[in-house]
């Protein structure tokens, strides 16, 4: 791409979608693309007033992609995003970020949510795209605002910690996730690997326990100390149990959170979770932000 590249986004609606617009829209980036950005949603008219996008309708994916350079998914993970990948094949859209932004999911076996993106990669290859996975570790907003999944109950003082907790693993606030999609879009394709790894910060579970300790001024007691073994017992019984179809909307969210808890806390295979060794920070962020830190 020596022109700059036209872009379109869909899936505003996610957790994502309103940090990678206000991103693409910035200051700091706009003025590395042709403007307006698309935006693809269900209903264009509920969308508030902006100078810097144009609204499409989702309905009609091959209109609103005509004309696109790099298009990215914002969906959820449980959304099938074949009909769009296949749409913007048939446009002519040169670069596919599918909607990664996880852990590393092509490095273990469990049957994750996540895992779809890597099909999704896959497809968007076969159809004659570029596919660019973003992965940024875990959300900091889901361990920092919801303690009460990762065993730390706030209202009961108490802690409930797994083997290992002590290891770190690669967070992501999701205002840098936004920044860093609106930095690689505006990077010539042949620049860029297949696979990003970035990150906000590094913690542990340990970590967020001294977080909110802090934070709601409390000390919080260990109840109970639980062998990793015993986590990666019932991950393994959830994985069986699912079938290959874990989702994050249905009844099996709790197998779900059992895996991530195992995949977190695990002894081995730490690259999953944790890309302080293997990363593109400088490449997605020379300089034009600053890395959201936690506060501990």
Known sequence: MTDKPTVAVIGLGGNIGPH???ALTSDTFRGNYKLPIRALTRDPSKQP????????????????????????DLTGVDVDSTPTIDAAAKAGVKTFIPSDYSADHALHSWNMPMQRPLKAAEHAEKSGMKAIRLLCGAFAEYLLDQPEYWNISIKDRTYNRIEGSERKLSISFLADIGKVIASVVSIAPEKLPSTIRFYSDRMSFDDLAAYCEKKHDIKLKVVNSIPWDQIKTEAEAANAQSDGHLSLTDGSFAGFVTILKALFTSPTHRDVVDFMNNNQNDLVNPNLFNWTKVDL
């Open 20 to 22: 990678a617009l206000n």
């Open 49 to 72: 007033s902006n100078p810097h996008v144009e609204y499409y309708n989702s309905n009609d994916l091959e209109t609103a992609l005509k004309g696109v350079d790099v298009c990215v």
